[in-house]
Each structure stands twice: as structure tokens, then as C-alpha cells.
């Protein structure tokens, strides 16, 4: 039977059409997909994300623990908390289990938001991997989590909020979190707009929602979501990455630390040899030049010859067009023409570097 979040009634109570995502269920829309994208984009929307896990590790050991854990390198992170850092944990081979941001709470502790198709896995694998450590791993089911997104979102969410903590909110940048008891409020998002995430009780979930509603904040479903950080060029787990896939290959070598070379990270024996080489396949966005809606796995090729395969694809609302994720061969240049099989018909689409759209505009034109 699939789980609700503790703002499932209020869905309902709103219109939502609701669909079981990862074994949740969850709104993927209040009547208007299209439009409740549009509302992020051009103003303010709230999601919620209370299917996502939340996963506390403190402890003295802590901070080496994450360092072995994780590519990205949490001693980066000021130790007195409240930055944040996106990375990936990777397997043995260099695959990747997952996506996730960790925030520093203090010195030994800090916070890991993991996918929601992902937590359990997630959470077998931190806690196998932590076995012998001094380190305490709590998986915050207490807790509820809702992402208001949009450029209006630096006006409006501070006025939900505690006034102390609502004023403090104006000077927060992005990747940076802060809190006052178990109120924590980061400034980051899946949408490539403005936003925040805030992590509060389940007690108090109800009327934090309650409140953003009649603020005006628009609620939005899964949908948009996924529409949305599309547009921004932002990896959906699952599709365009998983635990067979390396981050040389999804546009994520970024989120290696490679320094300092004594640091044994799970998966860096096995990608220390690809270390400043061009993996056999980058990832590219796609754009359709004609009507159509792009989806996973379709074909895309050059000439004749086949370079690679969509990832991830859907309609954007702010383009106008079908666009994708999609890995193909090194060769492929970015602006070239290619053709994608859409139901053993070859559309004509062009290769551009994602993202498709930055600050509500396209990028690459429309």
C-alpha cells in the first residue's frame, strides 16, 4: 500500500490528482500541469516533499566517515554549519547510488537529504558502510519537508515563518541553510528558480502549508517538478543517472574531489584511472524542431549512424518544445542537427549544452 505524507488530506482538499511515485502517494498536479509550472517560473509555487529522506549523522567520527562516504569532500564545509554541498555517493565500481545534498550542522554533525525512490536503499547502504565507526545515523521520519520555489520565493516565505527567522532568511545565499529549534530552512531547490526548503516537525507541517496557501504560494505537483528541473538541466535519478552509470558520463564530474589524492572515497579506485580523460559518452541536451513530445530511451542519431540515447525527456512549457537529457558520443558537438526516432518516425532536434532555460528565459531560444 503506498505511504502519504502528512499533507495527503490537503491535497485532496485542493484538487490534486493524485499518483503513487516511489511507493508514495503523491499529487501530480491541482488541475493544470502547464500552469502550475508557469506559477514557479514566473512567480511562486509549493511542493511538497515529504516523500524525500532525511538522514542525521553526528558524531566524533563523523566528518571522516562522509569524507570516505561521499565523492564530494565535506571538509569543504565550514565547520561552525549552515552551508551545503551537492554530490553523489558512488559504489566500488564508480556507479551511483544516489544523488544528494549534505548540510553541516556543527563540528560532528550534519544532514543528508537522499531521493525519496532511493532511502531505503540509501539507508542500508550508509549504515553497512558506517559499521565500526563512532558515528549515530537517524533517519528523520519526525519530519516533513516543503520546497517553495520562484523568484517571488525571498518575499513570501519569510513571512511564514518566525519573524526572527523570517529576517535572517533575508541574507541567507544559496546553498546555505539555517534554524531555530527543528525549523531548518535551506536556500536550494530542483527547479533552477529561486527557492528555499524548509524542514519542519509533522506536527507543524499542516499549518506551515496552510499559511504558504493563503499567502498566495500556488501548490504544485510532481509534474511541474519534473518539467522544471528539465528546464534547469538537472538530473532526474533513475533516468538519467543510476548505480551503473559513472559521474564522468551524466555531467557530474564536477562533484568529484579529487584533492587531497590521499582521500580513499568508495568508488575512487575505480575512476582515479579515468581521472582527466573524456569518458566515451558526455551528456548533451536535445532539442525537437518540430511538435512532439520527447520521452526515455528514444533513439538519437547523426546521419545514419546512432550516437546515444535520450535519458530523460518531456514538453517544456517555457520553450514551446519537446526537449531532453540524453548521452551520446564524445564526437557529437554541441549545436549540431541530429535526429531523434519517436515511434520509428526520425524527428529533426539540435544538440545544445544544457541548461534550456536560466532566470525564467530560454537559453537557446525557443
Not at 564536477?254 to 590521499?262: F, G, K, L, Q, S
Request: with cysteine.
Amino acid at each position: 500500500m503506498p505511504r502519504r505524507t502528512p499533507l495527503y488530506d490537503q491535497h485532496l482538499a485542493h484538487g490534486a490528482k493524485m499518483v503513487d511515485f516511489a511507493g508514495w502517494e503523491m499529487p501530480l498536479h491541482y488541475g493544470s500541469q502547464v500552469r502550475e509550472h508557469h506559477a514557479v517560473r514566473r512567480g511562486l509555487g509549493a511542493f511538497d516533499v515529504s516523500h524525500m529522506g532525511v538522514i542525521d549523522i553526528v558524531g566524533t567520527e563523523a566528518t571522516s566517515f562522509l569524507r570516505h562516504l561521499l565523492a564530494n569532500d565535506v571538509a569543504r564545509l565550514n565547520t561552525d554549519g549552515g552551508k551545503a554541498q551537492y554530490g553523489v555517493m558512488l559504489n566500488p565500481e564508480g556507479g551511483v547510488i544516489d544523488d544528494l545534498i549534505t548540510y553541516r550542522l556543527g563540528t560532528d554533525a550534519y544532514r543528508l537529504v537522499v531521493n525519496a525512490g532511493t532511502r531505503e536503499k540509501d539507508l542500508a547502504w550508509i549504515r553497512t558502510t558506517a559499521t565500526g565507526r563512532a558515528v549515530t545515523i537517524h533517519e528523520r521520519t519526525d519530519l516533513a519537508m516543503v520546497a517553495v520555489q520562484g523568484p517571488r520565493a525571498a518575499e513570501a516565505v519569510p513571512r511564514a515563518l518566525p519573524p526572527a527567522l523570517g529576517l535572517r532568511l533575508q541574507a541567507l545565499k544559496p546553498f546555505h541553510a539555517l534554524w531555530q529549534d527543528e525549523l531548518f530552512v535551506a536556500r536550494t531547490g530542483y527547479t533552477g528558480e529561486d527557492g528555499f526548503e524548509i524542514i519542519l516537525p509533522q506536527t507543524g507541517i499542516i499549518p506551515f502549508w496552510e499559511t504558504l496557501i493563503r499567502l498566495g504560494v500556488a501548490p504544485v505537483g510532481l509534474g511541474a517538478r519534473d518539467t522544471l528541473r528539465l528546464e534547469a538541466g538537472l538530473n532526474l535519478y533513475g533516468s538519467d543517472m543510476n548505480d551503473t552509470t559513472t559521474p564522468l558520463e551524466t555531467g557530474l564530474a564536477w562533484t568529484i574531489a579529487w584533492e587531497p589524492i590521499d582521500r580513499p572515497f568508495i568508488g575512487r579506485s575505480a575512476l582515479a584511472p579515468l581521472w582527466g580523460k573524456l569518458a566515451p559518452q558526455r551528456r548533451v541536451g536535445i532539442i525537437l524542431e518540430g511538435p512532439g513530445v520527447l520521452r526515455d530511451h528514444q533513439p538519437v542519431l547523426v546521419g545514419d549512424r546512432r550516437v546515444g540515447e535520450l535519458t530523460s525527456g518531456s514538453y517544456s512549457p517555457t520553450l514551446g518544445a519537446g526537449i531532453a537529457l540524453a548521452r551520446v558520443d564524445q564526437g557529437v558537438r554541441d549545436g549540431e542537427r541530429c535526429l531523434v526516432e519517436m515511434r520509428g518516425r526520425l524527428q529533426p532536434a539540435r544538440v545544445v549544452r544544457p541548461p534550456f532555460v536560466r532566470a525564467g528565459r530560454p537559453v537557446h531560444g525557443g
